[in-house]
């Protein structure tokens, strides 16, 4: 609450550093300022939507997470106009480099100031970029809310025992591989039309968008946030191609030694081979993490053994958590919070490691200033 209150404090005077921006000529002191007061805000609103949005993603039945995370997107929404502004005084600043070398403070957001540069030219209007952000609450951040919403209270009719039972989807992707790979299809149809609803509208919002600001595609978008060249994707796509042959040959000769003819069914594409029966309880699991992390780096384990011990992750799956799993690097308190839906097989110790992996790699910018901790997907 304390922090919902200073963002409402810091977004007004935000909001008048903006709006005075055009008569300041000083530009080595407006960029400081501007460096200063960003970093400021954008850690206070980060905090209260990471938090609001953590907790919606573990109960999204939980109504006072769902306020709050309305109200922290509404803040959001009133630095996009203000932000517009700042970003394209910025980008129309002459020799800007030279500026930047002339400031300690500058040079070490130097990347982060080019960047905006860069932005700018995909700026739309103050005014424009204000009601983008406005609508997108109710457009393609709503309709994610409710996907989220309808999947996670998805019950699945699965039959255990001689005894049909209804367990959360969340639960049942868990067996994907066993029985229930048909069950979680056939439930599929109660939510499709809402679900498709959804997509539709998040896609429609990013399509629209995109050929607003002036970018060929949303994948020219994609590329340019992800900092990365066309050819160079390209180039990744072309060779996991060239690969597929391999994994065709492998899942192929797997399908004969399970019998099947025609090739390998969905089901069983981690099927084991032989009598080998590994079950890995979260206990063994997380104790199999962090000896193998240690093989490589004992900071890399010591900071597994701190998610562990802090409580970090959210393990279990339940009805009205979401799908999946992933690691939200939280810079601002110096720790990451990683959501599992943890299902006692060594396919879910990957998992793990893998989202512990994501949370050492904040773990390692925990020290770098804020607005240089940001990275693309």
Same mark, same amino acid.
């Given at each position: 609450?304390?922090?919902?209150?200073?963002?409402?404090?810091?977004?007004?005077?935000?909001?008048?550093?903006?709006?005075?921006?055009?008569? /300041?000529?000083?530009?080595?002191?407006?960029?400081?300022?501007?460096?200063?007061?960003?970093?400021?805000?954008?850690?206070?609103?980060?905090?209260?939507?990471?938090?609001?949005?953590?907790?919606?993603?573990?109960?999204?039945?939980?109504?006072?997470?769902?306020?709050?995370?309305?109200?922290?997107?509404?803040?959001?929404?009133?630095?996009?106009?203000?932000?517009?502004?700042?970003?394209?005084?910025?980008?129309?600043?002459?020799?800007?480099?030279?500026?930047?070398?002339?400031?300690?403070?500058?040079?070490?957001?130097?990347?982060?100031?080019?960047?905006?540069?860069?932005?700018?030219?995909?700026?739309?209007?103050?005014?424009?970029?204000?009601?983008?952000?406005?609508?997108?609450?109710?457009?393609?951040?709503?309709?994610?809310?409710?996907?989220?919403?309808?999947?996670?209270?998805?019950?699945?009719?699965?039959?255990?025992?001689?005894?049909?039972?209804?367990?959360?989807?969340?639960?049942?992707?868990?067996?994907?591989?066993?029985?229930?790979?048909?069950?979680?299809?056939?439930?599929?149809?109660?939510?499709?039309?809402?679900?498709?609803?959804?997509?539709?509208?998040?896609?429609?919002?990013?399509?629209?968008?995109?050929?607003?600001?002036?970018?060929?595609?949303?994948?020219?978008?994609?590329?340019?946030?992800?900092?990365?060249?066309?050819?160079?994707?390209?180039?990744?796509?072309?060779?996991?191609?060239?690969?597929?042959?391999?994994?065709?040959?492998?899942?192929?000769?797997?399908?004969?030694?399970?019998?099947?003819?025609?090739?390998?069914?969905?089901?069983?594409?981690?099927?084991?081979?032989?009598?080998?029966?590994?079950?890995?309880?979260?206990?063994?699991?997380?104790?199999?993490?962090?000896?193998?992390?240690?093989?490589?780096?004992?900071?890399?384990?010591?900071?597994?053994?701190?998610?562990?011990?802090?409580?970090?992750?959210?393990?279990?799956?339940?009805?009205?958590?979401?799908?999946?799993?992933?690691?939200?690097?939280?810079?601002?308190?110096?720790?990451?919070?990683?959501?599992? /839906?943890?299902? /006692?097989?060594?396919?879910?110790?990957?998992?793990?490691?893998?989202?512990?992996?994501?949370?050492?790699?904040?773990?390692?910018?925990?020290?770098?200033?804020?607005?240089?901790?940001?990275?693309?997907?």
């Amino acid at each position: 609450k304390k922090d919902m209150k200073k963002c409402d404090e810091l977004i007004e005077k935000y909001i008048s550093f903006a709006s005075s921006i055009s008569d /300041n000529k000083d530009f080595t002191t407006m960029l400081e300022n501007y460096v200063k007061l960003y970093t400021e805000l954008s850690n206070t609103i980060s905090k209260v939507l990471n938090y609001a949005s953590l907790v919606l993603s573990v109960d999204t039945n939980n109504s006072e997470a769902q306020k709050n995370i309305e109200m922290s997107e509404e803040k959001y929404s009133r630095i996009a106009e203000p932000t517009a502004k700042i970003i394209k005084f910025i980008g129309d600043i002459e020799n800007i480099s030279r500026i930047i070398d002339g400031s300690k403070l500058l040079k070490e957001h130097e990347y982060f100031l080019t960047s905006i540069v860069e932005e700018s030219k995909y700026m739309l209007s103050d005014k424009e970029e204000g009601i983008i952000a406005k609508m997108r609450t109710t457009g393609s951040s709503a309709w994610s809310k409710m996907k989220n919403l309808i999947t996670s209270n998805l019950m699945v009719d699965i039959e255990e025992d001689d005894e049909v039972k209804q367990l959360p989807l969340t639960v049942v992707r868990n067996l994907a591989y066993h029985k229930a790979y048909e069950a979680e299809l056939k439930a599929y149809p109660k939510v499709e039309e809402a679900v498709a609803a959804a997509l539709n509208g998040i896609k429609g919002e990013v399509i629209t968008v995109a050929a607003l600001r002036g970018f060929e595609s949303p994948l020219h978008e994609t590329l340019i946030k992800s900092r990365m060249e066309k050819q160079t994707l390209d180039a990744m796509i072309a060779a996991m191609k060239e690969s597929l042959p391999v994994f065709r040959k492998y899942l192929r000769r797997k399908a004969e030694l399970l019998g099947y003819k025609n090739g390998l069914p969905f089901y069983e594409l981690f099927a084991p081979i032989g009598n080998v029966e590994m079950a890995f309880d979260y206990e063994k699991g997380k104790n199999f993490v962090e000896e193998n992390f240690r093989t490589f780096s004992d900071k890399l384990g010591d900071y597994a053994r701190s998610a562990f011990e802090g409580k970090w992750i959210d393990v279990q799956p339940r009805e009205g958590k979401v799908g999946g799993a992933f690691c939200s690097n939280l810079h601002s308190i110096g720790e990451s919070r990683i959501m599992l /839906n943890y299902g /006692n097989t060594f396919s879910d110790v990957v998992t793990m490691a893998h989202e512990l992996g994501h949370g050492y790699h904040g773990e390692c910018l925990k020290n770098e200033r804020f607005l240089n901790s940001d990275y693309p997907m």
